[in-house]
T-cell receptor
Framework: SQTIHQWPATLVQPVGSPLSLECTVEGTSNPNLYWYRQAAGRGLQLLFYSVGIGQISSEVPQNLSASRPQDRQFILSSKKLLLSDSGFYLC????????????FGPGTRLTVT | AQSVTQLGSHVSVSEGALVLLRCNYSSSVPPYLFWYVQYPNQGLQLLLKYTTGATLVKGINGFEAEFKKSETSFHLTKPSAHMSDAAEYFCAVSRSGNTPLVFGKGTRLSVIA
């Protein structure tokens, strides 16, 4: 069966510090991968998605970036965090078409102080 | 462009009462439709999905939803609410072309004893 992991589970970082969040999927190959953010009191915001290694699509321009160095690994990064980057970050995966259902990881709670 | 509207950001029901969470969508192509549930500080979990075929779809935890093309709706129902149903619920719809799902803003369900 497929499993998705995210780490760390929680993170407290000062403004201006770098960020690296990691997501890995097990039990499937060539998945589509996604990064979402949930800010307090707001819905899901799609940040990035990837259909293959090295292929990244950005939905919202901001100070975050994503990379996919391996088939089942997806990394969310920032060089300098802003207070507004605080939120709950979710990674998800899907198979075949991007129109199919997504399966979500447990999330990372990021607090920027 | 495809979009999803969830009527009511917060719905409150008594334990044992009917749960009705509303979702309307706009789509220029036959859509795939999904409902997800999110418990506090967790990722989203797929409740049910409609792709093709029977318009009444049954999901986990006693939930079901009916695809009504004429009303462009995909409302989520459960005959009898349980305290454990208290969570955030998201409706999602596929988009034309090979692009990711669009999620509604979510409805928070509270269940009163």
């Amino acid at each position: 069966s497929q499993t998705i992991h995210q780490w760390p589970a929680t993170l407290v970082q000062p403004v201006g510090s770098p960020l690296s969040l990691e997501c890995t999927v097990e039990g499937t190959s060539n998945p589509n991968l996604y990064w979402y953010r949930q800010a307090a009191g707001r819905g899901l915001q799609l940040l990035f998605y990837s259909v293959g290694i090295g292929q990244i699509s950005s939905e919202v321009p901001q100070n975050l970036s994503a990379s996919r160095p391996q088939d089942r690994q997806f990394i969310l990064s920032s060089k300098k965090l802003l207070l507004s980057d605080s939120g709950f970050y979710l990674c998800a995966w899907s198979t075949d078409s991007l129109s199919y259902e997504q399966y979500f990881g447990p999330g990372t709670r990021l607090t920027v102080t | 462009a495809q979009s999803v509207t969830q009527l009511g950001s917060h719905v409150s029901v008594s334990e044992g009462a009917l749960v009705l969470l509303r979702c309307n969508y706009s789509s220029s192509v036959p859509p795939y439709l999904f409902w997800y549930v999110q418990y506090p500080n967790q990722g989203l979990q797929l409740l049910l999905k409609y792709t093709t075929g029977a318009t009444l779809v049954k999901g986990i935890n006693g939930f079901e939803a009916e695809f009504k093309k004429s009303e462009t709706s995909f409302h989520l129902t459960k005959p009898s609410a349980h305290m454990s149903d208290a969570a955030e619920y998201f409706c999602a719809v596929s988009r034309s072309g090979n692009t990711p799902l669009v999620f509604g803003k979510g409805t928070r369900l509270s269940v009163i004893a």
